[in-house]
């Protein structure tokens, strides 16, 4: 099942696409104090350059998934790309924490842009079955990999050449893209010409940032506002001729239990890297360089995950594969509840068990990734690549000050901790047994996988 000239230039764009935001939100996070310093930003103001780029991140995936479905994938990313260069320029020159915001507002929309424009280029380049889970496999496997990456060479590069390099490293891999798109990619857009429903990408897109907002900020005014306008999009969607997200794709058990499984784990990794980081540097008080090495060196190991799990699923089928691997997450983050000071034992328990995590997860996004991209035709991938990057986005937003919330009603940092990665071990687990049920194929039906793997030709 090897693949064609043409179809490793493709996957060679659009997955470097996808490692360079990867990298680049990895690298910024470790830049973060000295980039905030360097503009006028106390640390008490810190977060809003992540919450400056995860609003729009969040908030305009789903509407820019499905605007490439109706205007053309590859405009999109390209447009993506620009807006990015464009945006990393801005901030690597910023003076003052006004620019920067800007800057990293910018960056978030480019992200909703490029992110499902490339994921659903990807699955109509990629026929349904073993070829496509290969595929988002390596996918990620990439992703994966640019965040460790980022997390291992984004402390040595500011310190080198200082936090604005965080931002430039972005614009000449961005011009690379922009450049080979055009002589390796087709565009795609659906066949019919269809209006875009205003009413609710309006309410979609307000209700997400309402709520994403309202999680970061805990603001409870922010939160009736996003429940109510989400509730409304419901209401359009039902009545539109036209609707931006149609209730029958929402309705699909897989794209429903697989976008579920998307959220949960996005939402419960990163909280546990963000809450054991703490521990590290504040408990065990080692420095940035030490906890990117403890993260940094299994998270270089889980990259065979990515390509493990998509030919696995290619054979076996994306059910059993998510489920095992979501387990796997939740299981190797038992035992970090029982962390405590000693430095010796508590290495001896994190490194292996972030080796174990890790894998898990990275076999976890393609299993879900997988699941809920399957079954639907090629005009509507937009929407469900746009669904699943929205439940990344969103969790990644909202997970970390969900558990951080939960850490911060003990008294203890380190029963904190304890408190909220228990937490984290039974959502993911509570996940794999509600969604193993719903995901069972129907009587008769053989998972996508098996099925694409017969001949078009067979009779």
């Known amino acids: 099942?090897?693949?064609?000239?043409?179809?490793?230039?493709?996957?060679?764009?659009?997955?470097?696409?996808?490692?360079?935001?990867?990298?680049?939100?990895?690298?910024?996070?470790?830049?973060?104090?000295?980039?905030?310093?360097?503009?006028?930003?106390?640390?008490?103001?810190?977060?809003?350059?992540?919450?400056?780029?995860?609003?729009?991140?969040?908030?305009?995936?789903?509407?820019?998934?499905?605007?490439?479905?109706?205007?053309?994938?590859?405009?999109?990313?390209?447009?993506?790309?620009?807006?990015?260069?464009?945006?990393?320029?801005?901030?690597?020159?910023?003076?003052?924490?006004?620019?920067?915001?800007?800057?990293?507002?910018?960056?978030?929309?480019?992200?909703?842009?490029?992110?499902?424009?490339?994921?659903?280029?990807?699955?109509?380049?990629?026929?349904?079955?073993?070829?496509?889970?290969?595929?988002?496999?390596?996918?990620?496997?990439?992703?994966?990999?640019g965040f460790t990456v980022g997390a291992l060479v984004g402390g040595g590069l500011v310190t080198v050449l200082g936090w604005r390099a965080a931002f430039f490293v972005n614009v000449p891999v961005a011009l690379a893209v922009l450049i080979a798109t055009p002589f390796v990619i087709g565009e795609s857009r659906a066949e019919r010409r269809t209006r875009l429903d205003v009413p609710g990408a309006v309410t979609v897109t307000g209700g997400l940032l309402a709520v994403v907002y309202a999680v970061m900020e805990r603001h409870l005014v922010s939160a009736v506002v996003g429940v109510l306008l989400l509730a409304a999009f419901w209401v359009i969607e039902l009545r539109s001729p036209a609707p931006l997200a149609s209730l029958r794709v929402l309705r699909r058990a897989t794209v429903k239990w697989g976008n579920l499984a998307c959220f949960v784990v996005f939402a419960m990794e990163p909280a546990m890297i963000f809450l054991t980081t703490l521990y590290l540097q504040r408990v065990l008080g080692y420095g940035p360089l030490g906890t990117g090495l403890i993260f940094g060196i299994p998270g270089l190991a889980s990259v065979a995950a990515g390509v493990l799990a998509g030919r696995v699923i290619g054979r076996f089928g994306a059910r059993p594969v998510l489920a095992v691997s979501m387990a796997v997450q939740g299981l190797a983050t038992l035992p970090l509840v029982f962390l405590g000071t000693h430095r010796a034992a508590a290495l001896a328990i994190l490194v292996p068990a972030l080796f174990i995590g890790f894998f898990g997860h990275v076999a976890a996004?393609?299993?879900?990734?997988?699941?809920?991209?399957?079954?639907?035709?090629?005009?509507?991938?937009?929407?469900?690549?746009?669904?699943?990057?929205?439940?990344q986005q969103v969790a990644i937003t909202v997970g970390i000050p969900l558990l951080s919330a939960v850490a911060a009603t003990q008294a203890s940092q380190l029963a904190g901790m304890h408190l909220a990665l228990g937490l984290n071990v039974v959502l993911t687990l509570g996940t794999v047994a509600l969604i193993w049920p719903r995901l069972r194929p129907r009587t008769g039906h053989r998972p996508p996988a098996v099925r694409e793997a017969v001949p078009a030709n067979a009779t």
């Open 1 to 145: 099942m090897d693949f064609t000239n043409r179809e490793r230039l493709v996957l060679l764009v659009l997955l470097g696409a996808g490692f360079m935001l990867s990298v680049d939100f990895s690298i910024l996070n470790v830049a973060l104090p000295e980039a905030g310093a360097g503009v006028g930003l106390g640390a008490d103001q810190l977060p809003w350059i992540t919450t400056a780029y995860a609003l729009p991140a969040a908030g305009f995936t789903l509407l820019f998934g499905r605007l490439g479905d109706l205007l053309g994938r590859r405009r999109l990313l390209m447009s993506g790309m620009v807006l990015l260069a464009g945006a990393s320029l801005v901030g690597g020159f910023a003076s003052g924490p006004e620019t920067m915001l800007t800057a990293r507002a910018l960056q978030g929309f480019a992200t909703a842009m490029a992110i499902p424009s490339a994921l659903s280029l990807l699955t109509t380049t990629f026929a349904e079955g073993p070829r496509r889970a290969r595929v988002l496999g390596l996918n990620g496997a990439l992703l994966s990999g």
């Open 365 to 391: 996004i393609v299993g879900a990734t997988v699941t809920a991209t399957s079954g639907l035709p090629n005009d509507e991938q937009g929407l469900a690549t746009g669904l699943t990057s929205m439940s």
